[in-house]
């Protein structure tokens, strides 16, 4: 029995971690049946490429408009899409700025980390899962860093929402 406990402890350990990246801190995450089809003739190729499964929105984006919450008075449309059977991907707002902006990408609700999980393709940009959404702010305007994370793997991008950022 004596031998059996470091194995058990192992065992759960490694479950419990796997679970904390699954859903860090408990993070929501939209599910896959909030991935937008986009209809008619549409052609797409994936920009702003993050660790190869995300394509980020743009550097820059240039408007911002009321947003109706109260704790978030500013929204800004930014979407977002990620490669199809990738491991799930974690984006989040680094605490430092967790109380100047948030996200929620497709039914996710207004968080400052979401876990996208793994889906499979579902559209007509191939291998490309896309999801509307965007930012949050407290003010108009904002230079925002963005963590993601894919497995082991991290990016920091930064994002200029209404207002240009260097």
């Known amino acids: 029995m004596r031998r059996l406990l470091p194995v ?9 971690a796997a679970d904390a990246w699954s859903s860090p801190t408990g993070a929501p995450g ?3 049946g909030s991935i937008i089809v986009p209809g008619g003739q ?6 702003r490429v993050v660790l190869g499964v995300v394509s980020a929105p743009p ?3 240039p408007q911002t408009v009321s947003s109706g919450e109260s704790l978030w008075r500013y929204w800004s449309k930014a979407g977002i899409v990620i490669r ?3 491991r799930p991907v974690l984006v989040s707002v680094p605490r430092a700025w967790r109380g100047r902006a948030a996200i ?3 039914d996710a609700r207004i968080a400052s980390a979401l876990v996208f999980p793994s889906c499979p393709p579902s559209s007509s940009l191939g291998n490309w899962n896309p999801y509307s959404g965007g ?3 407290r003010s108009r305007a904002a230079c925002i860093p963005l963590v993601f994370r894919v497995g082991e793997r991290t990016a920091t991008v930064r994002f200029g929402v209404g207002k240009r950022c260097r």
């Open 30 to 32: 939209p599910t896959c």
């Open 135 to 137: 930012f949050y702010l």
């Open 8 to 16: 058990l402890a192992l065992a759960l350990a490694t479950t419990i």
């Open 84 to 86: 199809a059977n990738s």
């Open 59 to 61: 550097a820059y984006i």
């Open 104 to 106: 929620s990408w497709g």
């Open 42 to 47: 549409f052609t797409w190729r994936p920009q």
